[in-house]
């Protein structure tokens, strides 16, 4: 079993930064993929970004590149969110996963969820 503790959200002004954290206990860390999902009102859960479990590799929405960066500790067992450049449609509340194998984008796939922590953007 793996759980998954997220923080970092809060309120920030539109062009402001925030950074997540996800914290994973429960099983050896390293050996998988790690996502980050949104789900903001009236809209479904969405992805948004992940890292791959052995290191080579992240993917990102085309809604956030250039903008988010994912980064992982596996000595701290923690993944990161880098959101940068906010605006209201960042508004959500964001959700990591952990995935054992499979389509790094795919919601689906992923076996573990953490509760979320929300984030708006809003002046």
């Known amino acids: 079993q793996v759980q998954l503790v997220e923080s970092g959200g809060g309120l920030v002004q539109p062009g402001g930064s925030l950074r997540l954290s996800c914290k994973a206990s429960g099983r050896p860390f390293s050996r998988y993929t790690m996502g980050w999902f949104r789900h903001a009102p009236g809209k479904e859960r969405e992805f948004v970004a992940a890292?791959?479990?052995?290191?080579?590799?992240?993917y990102y929405a085309d809604s956030v590149k250039g903008r988010f960066s994912i980064s992982r500790d596996n000595a701290e067992n923690t993944v990161y969110l880098q959101m940068n450049s906010l605006n209201a449609g960042d508004t959500a509340l964001y959700y990591c996963?952990?995935?054992?194998?499979?389509?790094?984008?795919?919601?689906?796939?992923?076996?573990?969820w953490g509760q979320g922590t929300q984030v708006t953007v809003s002046s």
């Open positions: 890292f791959s479990w052995s290191g080579a590799n992240t």
């Open positions: 996963a952990v995935q054992i194998s499979g389509a790094p984008m795919a919601e689906g796939e992923y076996d573990y």
